[in-house]
Every structure is written in structure tokens, then in C-alpha cells.
């Protein structure tokens, strides 16, 4: 009785907003005490009504309260401190919103220590004392507190549910297994809880293996990443390295070309100020014999005129005219320079697709694309590359259809196909890409993917796309497809269409060709290894054949 007092003592002096004893306490002219900064709070929230009350018998004040501190409550609260009061055992720890009460507190209820299944009710720790000491009481089933025991009841019999019914698969009471549920699969709901824990057991076992797996992809995906990292600041360390080799050499190359230009020019100059005083000097022997003569000529003695003329009228041999060169004599350095920078421009542009940075796929793959608006994530733009144009072919402007025409004056080219009507794209692919093919005409169409160091000369297999380990093809004429690798041909089933998509997953080794219409449909997918870049390329034959790579952006 003496404990029930305390805590009636510290009921009437605790504060009912936040639950502890007082602070500064307070107390209002409706008698209720509360911690001054707690009501202060409270009221802050009621400004904007204009309406204050108290919070426990909701009394209206018509204006905000002046608050004084109850002296005589705070020392009580002071000695009730020094009492010990203040480090209550736990079980006296109040129940609040959140919390499950105890069913057998009177007034304010407990936090429950224990609910019990049998009984139905959730204790504190003093009320739950019974269950340890009387004998028909320590045979229920205690559990950690819990709001949902009634759900354990039968809504129709008012019963706790203690069997389960597998047919139905849910928990009924007895009278649901004589009535309704009679010749149902019905079991105790111990014995359902007993199988179902065995598959409990096993499920967390595949949870456990499964995590243990998770954490070993996310070890690989952290040493992936590692890698990445590593690999990336390599690439642009090595980059920049020769970046800047190339860039002292096109710096070194400039000076030798200044050099070699300006000693050429000195020597150039150099000579040609000397024939210049040479003329020179023979214009000034020439004035002066001028002189000589005109002197001679006016002289009135004839036999001077006759013993001097002989000797100033010989000539001495004439420098030979000077021819001067119609064109400019540096002019070869210019066009030399010239031809270089386009030579290198040429270099960097065609094979600048090599250098740029391939798509990183890591452990986990992503799935492959289903609809036409996921594919186009992916599309590429494809152009074709003039050099490796067979001669029956001519490119439209902008490199992006070809047709098989009359013989094209094209310039020889390492590159270029001789036999076949093929051409390659400029574009190298790797990662992730798309494509389409729209082709017109009688003849036939080879879509092709290809290395790049595919055969281009004559007529061997080694040159033809299909026929060899370096390309893939689909080939459509008269509404049938086939697929063709390394000579081995493979008949192709699916709705005819004159547009082709092609998808590439180049690190999951994954090929595939769609007919693309109103819908897209699998034509066929090829799954292997690629072990470089890949150049997506046609095949055509039949005069006025022509296929466009279509623009999807």
C-alpha cells in the first residue's frame, strides 16, 4: 500500500504533458498544475484561435493566462526528488500512445511487461506476478506485449482460435471445426506453426545463403569499381602522356619546317644579291663607257677620235638574262604542311570512335530492352564510311544511305571492299547500342555487324560478311530471312517488314535482329563473345538497291 501511495504522490505532482515530474511548476485557476515551459508550448500552438485551455478539463481562459510559479509545488517536488522518487523502477514507467497498457492497472495505466494468449490481456510486471506463482496460470503462453490479441478471438463463437484450417489456410476455433469447417484439413495451430517454422527455417537459411552471395557481389562490385577507377585515371594519365608526346612532336616538327624554310631562304637570298651586284657593277662599267663615248664623240681632233675609239668601244661579255620563275618558290612547303594536316585530321576524325571510352558493364547485368521506347535509349547514329565503299556503290550526302549503282570513280583505298557491295559504318560500336535499317528495291539486303579487320580484298570468304568468324548477318530477299556466321546458314521465321532493328549488348556478347513495323518481333538473337569493337555494315545486290540507316533521334 505504501508503493500504491508513492505513486499516487507522483501522479499529483507530474506534469500530464510531458509525463515527468514538474518543473517551474504552475498552476492554473482550474486547479490542474503543469511544468511552465510545457503549458508556455502548448499555448504558443493556440495563438493564432485566440482561444487558451487547459489541456485536461479543457477550461477556456479568455485570454492568455498569466503564469506564476506554485512555490509550494516546487518544494514539494524538491523533497518528493530527495525521496528517491525520481529514479523510479522501471515497471512504474507510464503508458503512452505508442505503448500497450497494462489491462489490470486502475487509473493510470503501466506499460505491459508480458501479454498472455490464454488470458488474453497484457500485464505490467506487478499484475503479471500471478503467471510465475499460481500453479494453472504458469502453463500460458507469455509474449512481448502486444495490441492484436484480440485478433486471436473467433468473431462467431466468441473462442480463441487455437486450430488452423489448411483448406481455407486461416485460424478458426474449435466450434468452426465441427461447423463450418467440418470437413475441412484442419490442424492445431500449434502443429501449422510447427511445419510452418520448419519452412520458416529453411526460408531464412535461403536468406542467410542469399545475403552471404550479396555480399560477396558487393565485394566484387567494390573491387570492380576499384578497377574503373585504377583503369580510368591510367587511361588519362597515358592519354595525357601522349597527348603531349604528339604535341612536342607536332612543336618539333613546326621548328625543323621554320628551319629548314628560313636557311633555304638565306641561301636563296644570298644568291640572288649576288647576281644582283654583279648586274650592278656591269651597269656601272656600261654609264661609264656611255660617258667615254659621248666624250669621244664630240672631240673635233680625227686623230685622236680614230686612236681612242677602238679601245672604248670593246665590250667586256654580257651577264646572261635573269629568268624569273612564275611560281612561288615555297610554295611545295605550303601544300607538304597541307596534305600533313589533312593526313591527321583524317586520323583523328575516323579513328577517334577507337579512342572514346567504352560503356562499363559491371557484375549485374541490365536486362535486355522490350519495347521500341527502350530500345531508342540505346539508338546510335550510324554513318557510312567512304573508304570501305565498294566502286558499284555511291553514299548519299550525309553518309547515311548507300545504292548500288553504275562503277564510281573512287580513289584506291586499303580499306575499301573490292569484290563485294559492302561498306562498313565510320562509327565503331561497343556498349549498349541500337539501330535501324530501312532498305528499298528488288534486290536483296544484308544487314551485317563486322571487326573491323575483316578482309577487303577480292573475292574469298575471308572478305564477305556471313562467311567468315569476324560478322554476323541477316539477309531478307522475297520475304525470307536468314541468319548467316562463319558460313553456317540459319532459316529466320517472322513478319516481313523493309525496316530492320538491330541491338547490340557488345559486353554481354548479346546480337539481335528485330522486324520493325507497328510492333517490334524478335527475328533472332545471337549469343557469344566479342572481342572487339564492332562496325555495324550492309551487303547489298540488285542494280537500284539501297539501304538507309535510319535517323532515330
Request: one cysteine or more; a neutral charge; charged letters at 25%.
Amino acid at each position: 500500500m505504501a508503493q500504491k501511495g508513492v505513486q499516487l504522490d507522483r501522479e499529483s505532482i507530474s506534469c500530464s504533458i510531458c509525463l515527468d515530474l514538474l518543473k517551474d511548476p504552475v498552476t492554473l485557476i482550474c486547479g490542474h498544475n503543469y511544468c511552465m515551459k510545457c503549458i508556455n508550448s502548448h499555448w504558443d500552438g493556440e495563438d493564432q484561435k485566440l482561444v487558451y485551455s487547459c489541456p485536461q478539463c479543457r477550461k477556456n481562459f479568455p485570454t492568455r493566462p498569466k503564469l506564476e510559479k506554485n512555490t509550494m509545488l516546487a518544494d514539494l517536488v524538491e523533497q518528493m526528488k530527495k525521496t528517491g522518487l525520481q529514479a523510479a523502477p522501471a515497471d512504474h514507467c507510464y503508458a503512452g500512445p505508442g505503448d500497450v497498457a497494462c489491462d489490470f492497472c486502475s487509473g493510470r495505466k503501466l506499460k505491459a511487461f508480458k501479454s498472455c494468449l490464454q488470458c488474453l490481456a497484457s500485464y505490467c510486471e506487478q499484475h503479471l506476478q500471478p503467471h510465475y506463482d499460481v500453479a494453472s496460470f504458469k502453463k500460458h503462453k507469455l509474449v512481448e506485449p502486444s495490441k492484436k490479441l484480440q485478433e486471436n478471438i473467433c468473431s462467431q463463437h466468441d473462442e480463441v482460435m487455437k486450430m488452423f484450417c489448411r483448406t481455407d489456410r486461416q485460424s478458426i476455433c474449435y466450434l468452426c471445426s465441427v461447423d463450418q469447417h467440418k470437413d475441412h484439413d484442419t490442424v492445431s495451430a500449434a502443429a501449422e506453426r510447427s511445419e510452418r517454422q520448419k519452412e520458416l527455417e529453411v526460408s531464412r537459411l535461403n536468406i542467410q545463403q542469399r545475403i552471404q552471395d550479396r555480399e560477396k557481389d558487393v565485394k566484387l562490385l567494390q573491387q570492380e569499381l576499384e578497377a574503373i577507377n585504377r583503369s580510368a585515371d591510367k587511361a588519362v594519365e597515358d592519354s595525357e602522356k601522349m597527348f603531349t608526346e604528339l604535341i612536342r612532336l607536332m612543336q618539333k616538327r613546326s621548328s625543323e619546317v621554320k628551319r629548314q624554310v628560313r636557311s633555304q631562304q638565306e641561301i636563296a637570298v644570298s644568291g640572288v644579291k649576288e647576281v644582283e651586284e654583279k648586274l650592278q657593277q656591269e651597269i656601272r662599267e656600261l654609264k661609264r663607257k656611255d660617258t667615254g663615248l659621248k666624250k669621244l664623240s664630240n672631240t673635233e681632233d680625227h686623230n685622236q677620235f680614230l686612236h681612242s675609239y677602238p679601245s672604248l668601244s670593246a665590250l667586256s661579255p654580257s651577264t646572261s638574262s635573269i629568268q624569273i620563275r612564275p611560281h612561288r618558290l615555297f610554295d611545295h612547303v605550303t601544300a607538304a604542311v597541307s596534305r600533313v594536316r589533312d593526313e591527321l585530321q583524317d586520323v583523328l576524325r575516323d579513328k577517334w570512335t577507337d579512342v572514346s571510352l567504352t560503356e562499363v558493364d559491371v557484375l549485374l547485368p541490365a536486362a535486355e530492352p522490350k519495347t521500341r521506347a527502350e530500345f531508342l535509349q540505346y539508338s546510335r547514329e550510324i554513318t557510312l564510311d567512304p573508304n570501305t565503299a565498294n566502286r558499284q556503290l555511291v553514299l548519299s550526302e550525309g553518309n547515311r544511305e548507300v545504292t548500288v549503282t553504275s562503277q564510281q570513280l573512287y580513289s584506291d583505298n586499303p580499306d575499301r571492299f573490292t569484290h563485294y557491295e559492302q561498306v562498313l559504318s565510320r562509327e565503331s560500336l561497343t556498349g549498349r547500342c541500337y539501330w535501324e535499317v530501312e532498305w528499298s528495291g528488288t534486290g536483296g539486303d544484308i544487314v551485317a555487324v563486322s571487326y573491323k579487320n575483316i578482309s577487303r580484298a577480292g573475292r574469298s570468304d575471308d572478305s564477305q560478311f556471313g562467311y567468315n568468324d569476324k560478322s554476323w548477318t541477316l539477309h531478307y530477299k522475297n520475304n525470307i530471312y536468314n541468319f548467316r556466321h562463319n558460313k553456317v546458314q540459319t532459316p529466320v521465321s517472322g513478319p516481313w517488314s523493309s525496316r530492320v532493328g538491330v541491338y547490340l549488348d557488345h559486353s554481354a556478347g548479346i546480337l539481335s535482329f528485330y522486324s520493325v513495323s507497328e510492333t517490334m518481333t524478335l527475328l533472332h538473337r545471337v549469343q557469344t563473345t566479342f572481342t572487339q569493337p564492332l562496325h555495324a555494315g550492309v551487303w547489298l545486290y540488285g542494280y537500284g538497291v539501297s539501304a538507309e540507316f535510319c535517323k532515330l533521334k
